[in-house]
Each structure stands twice: as structure tokens, then as C-alpha cells.
């Protein structure tokens, strides 16, 4: 999320001239015509034929209009380079041109408020929903690309949806954009008047109203200083970020690995949360779920003890 209200003159002419390179179709035949050949690599007569342009000319221009930053001319040929890939990778994941809908499909995992069946549902607004169809509890929603659900079952869909929300709530929190490469920052943040305390500058987002955790006391709020992302993480996945804590879970028999953080109380549960100081903050985590329970407590810079539960 940047500060600036206005768009950056010179990013929108970087873009719009990054975006000019690939707006005619032959562009992109030629970029997957690479992506799909042996090595990312054709001699010029294969590139030509594979994309199946009859006029040299215009092959020439576009192919022209390409070289150098896309795609590298080389001894043998023309060669697929880093920025090409991420086009088509963009493409494949499938969030410019495709939709999908899976579910609703039901999972292992039951309702804290009522022990109804858990379900997932994915729909076209992109966001994968894991929720109570009985009380409609909101356990856990992420955005999801349409890409996922291809080639898979939809239980295959479920556990993806699960793997790919870690990946991305670890990265941030370790500081890294997952989507751009910026930096991440982060702090602890809650609606003014929860607790009767704001730990944050969560009040001036509207997208915290909609936000599955909103009812935890503390969450994450997490901001890109580079794009357009911001968010905000349950407290309790950054637990499953510091190796010393996950020995201690799986000492205690907690398979965190097998367990999708739906099924994890200390991610999703509000009351596993407590807002213990606000200045400096202090939030501990409990851990109900093992058989002799723990509490994670964690300071203003994330660094994170072990407590006994008695
Ligand atoms: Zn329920
Ligand atoms: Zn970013």
C-alpha cells in the first residue's frame, strides 16, 4: 500500500510501456511458443513456425519489439528470459482471464461454535471461504487464484488453498512481499474500542469490517511498502513461522504439518488470543489443543517465549 494519493508519473510510464510490449497477440504466441519448447528455447525458422505467422515482416517487428528484455537472442536462436516467464506465469494464474467455483465441499474439521461439519466454497470474487454452513462462523478466507483448482479434485483444491495461505502469511510476516518482492511491514493492530485500546491504525481501513479474524482482540496488520497489498494475519500463524515453537508443538504430539489451520485453535480462534499490555504491546497465544498446554507470548519486535500453563 503506498502513501502517495497520486499514481508515480514515472512507474505508470515504466508500466504502460512494459504493457505496450505485450498488447498484440503475436507477442504473446511467441512467449508461449518458447514457454512450451524444449529448454525455453527455438532457432528463429521453429519460433516462426511454431507461432505460425506467415508474414516475415510483421513476425520480425513483434519478435523485435520483444528482444532484449523478454526474450534473448542467442547463438542457436531466441531463448525465453526471467520477465517472459513471469507473463506467463501471471497468465497461468489464471486471475486476468479465468473463473472457477468449487464446493461447497465438506471437510474434517467441525464448528467451534456449534460442531457442525466445516465446508469450503471458491467462487468467482476469487477468495477461498472455509466456514459453518449450519451458524455461518467465518473461520478462515484468503484470495485464491483461479489456476489452483486446475488439475486437482476438490479435497486436492482444499489442501492447495491451505499450503499456498501458509507460504504467503510466512513470507509476509518474515518481512517479504510474496507477490512483489517488497518489503513487508508489520505490526500489531486491533479496532479502536475492542479492547478500549488501539494497538494500531486498523480504524482507518475498511477492509478490516470484512476481515474472517475482525472479532480477534490482536491481529497483524501487514503492508507492502512497494504494491498495492496490505492485509492482516491471525496472531497465532507466527507460531508456525519459529521452528523452536513447532518443537515444542510437535513434542507434544501436535502434527502442525497434517493439521490445515482451520483445524489449528491457536490460528483461528479469537480466545486463544489475549492483548495482555498495549504499551509495549504484549500478546500471548494459547495452545489448548496438547495435552499439557502452552501459552506463546510475543513482544512489540515478534520475538516469541515459551509459557507452562498450569
Ligand atoms: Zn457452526
Ligand atoms: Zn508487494
Known sequence: ???????????????ESAFMTLSHDLRLKILLALWNAPEFSLSFSELRKAVGERDSGSFNYHLSQLEGHFVASTEDGYELQYPGHRVLDAIQSGVFHDEAVIGPVGLDET??????????????????????????????????????????????????????????????????????A????????????????????????????????????????????RCSFYSFIPVGMVLL??????????????????????GLEFVVAADAITLRTHDPVQVSVAVPEIDRPVSVVLDESFSVTVEAVD
Open 1 to 15: 500500500m503506498s502513501d502517495d494519493l497520486g499514481p508515480d508519473d514515472s512507474l505508470v510510464t515504466d508500466a
Open 241 to 262: 513461522t519459529r521452528p523452536k515453537i513447532l518443537g515444542v508443538l510437535q513434542d507434544a504430539g501436535l502434527n502442525v504439518r497434517d493439521t490445515p489451520l482451520w
Open 182 to 225: 517488497g518489503r513487508v511491514d508489520r505490526e500489531f493492530a486491533n479496532h479502536i474500542g475492542q479492547q478500549g485500546t488501539c494497538v494500531g491504525v486498523i480504524e482507518q481501513l475498511d477492509r478490516y469490517d470484512e476481515y474472517f479474524a475482525r472479532d480477534h482482540p490482536v491481529v497483524v496488520f501487514v503492508d507492502c511498502s
Open 111 to 180: 464448528c467451534r461454535e456449534c460442531g457442525s461439519e466445516l465446508t469450503f466454497e471458491y467462487d468467482t470474487n476469487y477468495i477461498g471461504r472455509v466456514h459453518c454452513p449450519e451458524c455461518d462462523n467465518r473461520v478462515l478466507e484468503w484470495p485464491f487464484d483461479p489456476g489452483g483448482t486446475v488439475d486437482r479434485d476438490p479435497a486436492a483444491v482444499v489442501a492447495t488453498f491451505d499450503r499456498r495461505t501458509r507460504l504467503i502469511w510466512s513470507c509476509v510476516l518474515d518481512g517479504v512481499c510474496p507477490f512483489c
